[in-house]
């Protein structure tokens, strides 16, 4: 049986402790309360099953139905429209601006700006009427910036992220006095594809069918090495050790859970095999080891269902036995940013010689830091997102206006 406290203990695992418990209880405690607003309010179509993602105890993650954060998004712009809330394209935070008392006063930005020339478009500031909300991301695509806070993140490592995801929204608040926190820990994603740029398709395939459905293989050993739905954090260890070379397998039963499987396949992200004889020399993979792997995993499943690795394994999990069987071949690739800005249970921006909120001034999402830790649970971004930008907006429309 789930629970906030069981999710706020799942986050404090992954997250090695390192968590703003505070700001980690809230989320824990207002995920399904959103869930509910998103579906209302928004008009967000969920598939009717659960995913059970890495580092989660049980089964909690609704997938939107087109498994992407396009079908909240959509709804949101949508939203916007309805009610009247202006958006503006091809604009550029350049500074804040704040007044005599420290208050946020508003913004300076570049209107006709084009990525990413940041020189580009004439600037223009902008009065906030109440209240400023910073909400630009992690910066994971901005190599200089993210290097300096981990060097072992070189520039030839690959981002799951648009490359808009940079760091100038965070510098520009950190001019401003803003607090940041835990910066070096940046989270790469252990499910992303050898054979396609960025997020691609592949990520989803291996979330929701190759990790909880098959298993990840050492490539020179034939082997398994760990707990499939492990946190992140502790899947990329592994696999980055040794300079291991992974590939994840499933059947087509597991298969089938991915929605992505067949865009997978049409890309050459994911290869189909009648046999497993065909996907070991496919993939140079020793046969015997890799057979006698999937032997001892079909036994456990068929037996007591207590894994080696110690991986919750689904109550619809059958034995790798049914063709065509599926391989991806993985790479760690940078994806998530837990470090930010830091924020308060109000979404307030705390300022850092103050350590008290900066009037006005509110963050959410990404560019904020202490929620997850030292590594962040699959999924986990999305309430984060929502629950503080909807306290934020809350609170920054109670603001009283400016004459």
Same mark, same amino acid.
């Given at each position: 049986?789930?629970s906030?406290e ?8 992954a997250?090695?402790?390192? #968590? ?11 995920s ?24 989660h ?25 309805? =009610? ?18 420290? %208050? ?12 990413p ?22 910066f ?20 799951t #992220?648009?490359?808009?995801a940079? @760091? ?10 803003a ?25 989803m ?8 459905y ?23 260890? %592994? ?9 994840? =397998?499933?059947?087509?039963?597991g ?82 940013c ?10 307030q ?16 999402g ?5 929620v ?20 934020a907006?809350?609170?920054? @429309? ?6």
């Amino acid at each position: 049986m789930d629970s906030p406290e069981l999710m706020l203990s799942d986050m404090l695992a992954a997250g090695l402790e390192l #968590n703003n418990r505070e700001l980690a209880r809230i989320v824990a405690e207002k995920s399904t309360e959103t869930l509910l607003w998103t579906i209302t309010e928004l008009g967000v179509k969920y598939k009717p099953r659960l995913s059970h993602l890495g580092g989660h105890s049980v089964a909690r993650t609704y997938n939107t139905a087109n498994t992407s954060g396009s079908g909240i998004i959509k709804p949101m712009l949508a939203k916007c429209r309805d =009610i009247g809330i202006p958006i503006r394209l091809k604009t550029s935070l350049a500074q804040f601006i704040l007044n005599k008392s420290g %208050a946020m006063e508003g913004v300076v930005v570049r209107e006709n700006y084009i990525f990413p020339n940041r020189e580009s478009g004439a600037l223009k500031r902008i009065r906030a009427k109440r209240a400023v909300i910073l909400a630009t991301g992690g910066f994971s695509q901005d190599k200089e910036f993210r290097v300096i806070q981990d060097p072992k993140l070189t520039a030839e490592i690959e981002s799951t #992220n648009h490359q808009g995801a940079t @760091a100038e929204g965070l510098i520009a608040a950190l001019k401003a006095g803003a607090t940041p926190v835990q910066l070096s820990l940046i989270q790469l994603g252990p499910w992303a594809s050898r054979d396609e740029e960025g997020f691609g398709v592949g990520s989803m395939f291996s979330m929701l069918a190759g990790f909880p459905y098959g298993i990840l293989i050492d490539v020179r050993t034939g082997k398994r090495f760990i707990n499939e739905q492990a946190d992140r954090k502790l899947l990329v260890d %592994a696999m980055l050790s040794s300079g291991r070379e992974s590939i994840a =397998i499933v059947d087509q039963k597991g298969g089938q859970h991915a929605s992505t499987l067949d865009q997978c396949l049409k890309r050459g992200v994911v290869k189909q095999f009648e046999s497993i004889e065909e996907l070991a020399a496919a993939n140079n993979v020793p046969l015997a080891p890799l057979k006698e792997t999937i032997e001892v995993y079909n036994s456990l499943i068929e037996k007591d269902r207590n894994d080696t690795f110690g991986k919750p394994l689904p109550l619809d999990l059958l034995p790798l036995r049914h063709p065509p069987y599926y391989s991806i071949r993985l790479i760690s690739k940078v994806h998530h940013c837990m470090g930010g800005l830091q924020i308060n249970a109000e979404a307030q921006v705390v300022h850092i010689e103050t350590h008290r909120p900066i009037s006005r001034f509110y963050a959410a999402g990404e560019v904020t830091g202490g929620v997850h830790g030292a590594s962040r649970l699959g999924s986990n971004a999305i309430p984060e997102c929502i629950i503080f930008g909807r306290i934020a907006g809350m609170n920054a @429309a109670a603001q009283k206006p400016r004459p």
